[in-house]
Structures are given as C-alpha cells and as structure tokens.
C-alpha cells in the first residue's frame, strides 16, 4: 500500500501533504472521482447496468450447459464472445481517438441493450437454440470491441487528470461490485423463473447508463483526429507499445495471464456441478465469490494516492493469482473454494488495475484511444482463445488439471515480471513525469 504519510509526495501536485491532511478521511480520498457530476452519472448508471450484464454472462453459460452439458461449447460461448476484441480492438482504438467519445459510448450501449432483449425475447418463448447463443455472443463480443477503448479513454473526459488514477480504480470496484450482485442474483433468478428474465433484466438495466450519458455536459471533447491516413495512424499506437519498455512488458504479462489464467470461469458451471456438487445457486455463489475478492482489491487500490510500488503490485499480483488457481483446482470443499476464488478475484482485479492505471498515467493523450485498445487485446482479447484451449483441454484431462497449469504458467508470469520490472522503473518513472501524472524529480522504489 502507498505510504500515507507526510513526507510522501504526492504524484499529481509534486507535493508533499500538510500533517492534519493525512486523516481527513481516507474514504473521501477513496471516492474522490465522485466529487465531479458527470462522472457521478457514469457511476450510477453504471452499477445497475453491470448487474445486469453480470447476470446475462451467468445465465447464458449456465443455459448452454443446460443444453448440451459440454464443456467445449463453454469454451467456445468464452471463445465467441470475446474474440471480436482481439481482432477489432485496433480499429476500436483509432474510432476512439478520432470521434467523441461519450457519442461512441451511447452507441455501444444501445446496441448491447438490444441484443440483450433479443437474447430474452428467443429464449422467454422457447424458441432459443445454441447457434443463437453463439451468435448473439459473438455480436456481442463485436459492440464490446468498440465500447471498452471509449469507455477507458472517456475517463479522462470526466474527471480530469488529476483524478484520473481514482476513476480508473473505482470504475473497476464498480465492475466488481456488480461482480458479486449479479452472479448471485442470476443464480436465483435461474433456479426459480428461468434464464430468460435475467436477459430480460440486463436489457432493461442499459437504460440507466445511456440516461446518464445523455445528462452529462462535456465542456471539452477530446478529439485528436489531425487528417492523418486511418492505417498509419494504427502503426503509431502499435509503435509507441512495441517500443515503449514498461508499456510491453505489462501488456505482455496482462496477455500471458489473461490466456493461461482467466479461462478458469468459463469451466465454473463444471467445478459447480461435478467437483462440488451444487447446481445454479452454487455457480452462482462461486462467480460471486470472485467478484467479492475483486471489489476488495479494486477498492485497495482506489484509496492510494499515488503511483510508488505498482509495478511491484502487478509481480505479486500475478504470482498469487496462479497460487490461488491451483489451490481451487484442488479444492473439493464449497465454502474453501469460495474463499480461494475471493482470494482469486482480489489478486486479478489487483493486477489488471494496477496495469491499466500505469498505463494510462504513461501514455499520451493522442494515443489514449489506441494504446488502451491494445491493453483490451490484452487483457479481454486473448481469454477467448485461452476459454477455447481451455474447455478442449478440461474434455481430454478434466477441469482441475486445466485450471492448475493455468495457475502455474500464472505464477511463473508473476516471478518473472518482478525479475524484469527494477530496470524499467527509471523509464517508467520518465513517461509518467511527462504526461503530468506526478514530479519529475526521481523517485526511490518509484512505480
């Protein structure tokens, strides 16, 4: 954790904090990014429409093992759902940087709203089949592609730079706070009226957020579209991440954990069923269990107020996101597996925050949209491919041995990031410092 007291300097003035500022509240300081009105609106409507996309990821896994109790079609819904993101990402990127952004998010939003009520409409009539699940997820999957860059990159347009590191940490407790309502709502709602209503829900739930969007008053578009060619503008977020130390290193371990590590919850249903024997309320429970765990750490790293010891956090964050993987693939125990998975949600959501906002606090504003888009390749891009692996592997050697050599390649990711990451601290340190993030005077033990 960041050291709060007086002589810490603090990254965004370069100052150092008065003595009675220290205990002023550290939940203010926490939510400080909820001081501004247009990021109150994002907040809000944000939380009821997580829910409900909670809700649907839950109940859409759960309806195709219902169907076909296969675990390879649970790594193909992984699979479909996702892949868009790896592909489409770098154009999603460059529309980010080169249209308003609150315009792109009201579109994506709207857009998802609508295959949700699609979604409901098939399956509330029993007319729903497996290749409409598959490919309302793959459409899915094409609108997240677009909405996830302008979400990240829309940050900054609401709360400004000196809140920026705040948002990003609360927009992810707000993701994980729905993490843990919506899985346990959906497994309810399953076990008692049916698959359908909780699509039906989710639908309804995207009003909130496109409400607030449209209520919002953005004095300042951030739009750096300067004429130049779509393609070359492309090779320019690539080269600025490929050439960029700090910025690789952490897109790569986001890649290698986001392949080997998260596929683990498209095999959820199967450890519900088979290794604990329990049914829907009992996926329910476990998905939330690792929403919990991410809400925490979300919310861990929204009460620093600084950027020192990042880096540190996404080597040891990876490291006990493998450890606790392959304790839970050894686990026969529901409630020892629930705490395991908290412990998993907690070090994921950790390190995949701590990345974003070092990244965020690196890059250009120019190259916000792209870079971001890239660390969504990252980050959502290469699960599908890793779910796809995933679900063929758990057919042939079973769910705990796949989700165990997850954790390990996890752990191994973790150790050696930590062994690279002290010499790409001065260039770190350098980036940051010029995007205004913090002091340009050099920091011990910085990032």
Known sequence: MADSSPSTVDLQSGTAPAPGDAGQGRAAATFRALRHRNFQLFFGGQIISLIGTW??????????????????????????????????????????DRWPRRR???????????????LAALTMTGHIRVWEIIVLATLLGIVNAFDVPARQSFLIEMVGREDLLNAIALNSS???????????IAGILVAVVGEGWCFLLNGISYLAVIAGLFMMRIEKMTLVHDGGAPLEKLREGFRFARHTKPIRALL????????????????MPIFAVQILHGGASAYGWLMGAVGAGAMFGALALAMRAQLRGLGKVVAYAATGLGAS??????????WVSCAILAVSGFTMMMQFTATNTL??????????????????????GMSPIGSLLAGALADRIGAP???????????LGGIAFARKWPAMRGPARDLVAAQGMMSPAPQPDDS
């Open 104 to 118: 792109v998010v009201i579109s994506t939003q709207t857009s998802s709203m609508v295959l949700a009520f699609i």
């Open 252 to 267: 790569l371990l986001v890649a290698i954990v986001s392949f080997m590590a998260l596929p683990y919850t498209v095999l």
């Open 325 to 334: 993987l392959v304790l839970f693939s050894a686990s026969h125990w529901y």
């Open 55 to 96: 809700m649907q990821t839950v109940a859409q896994a759960w309806l195709i093992y219902r169907l076909t109790g296969s675990a390879a079609l649970l790594g193909v819904l992984g699979f479909v759902g996702q892949i868009p993101i790896l592909l489409l990402s770098p154009l999603a990127g460059l529309v980010a």
């Open 359 to 380: 990244i965020q606090a690196m890059v250009p504003d120019q190259l916000r949209g792209r870079v971001m888009s890239l660390y969504s390749m990252m980050f959502l």
């Open 401 to 411: 041995v796949t989700v165990a050599i997850g954790g390990l390649v996890s752990c």
């Open 174 to 184: 707000m993701f994980n706070g729905a993490r843990i309502a919506g899985p346990a």
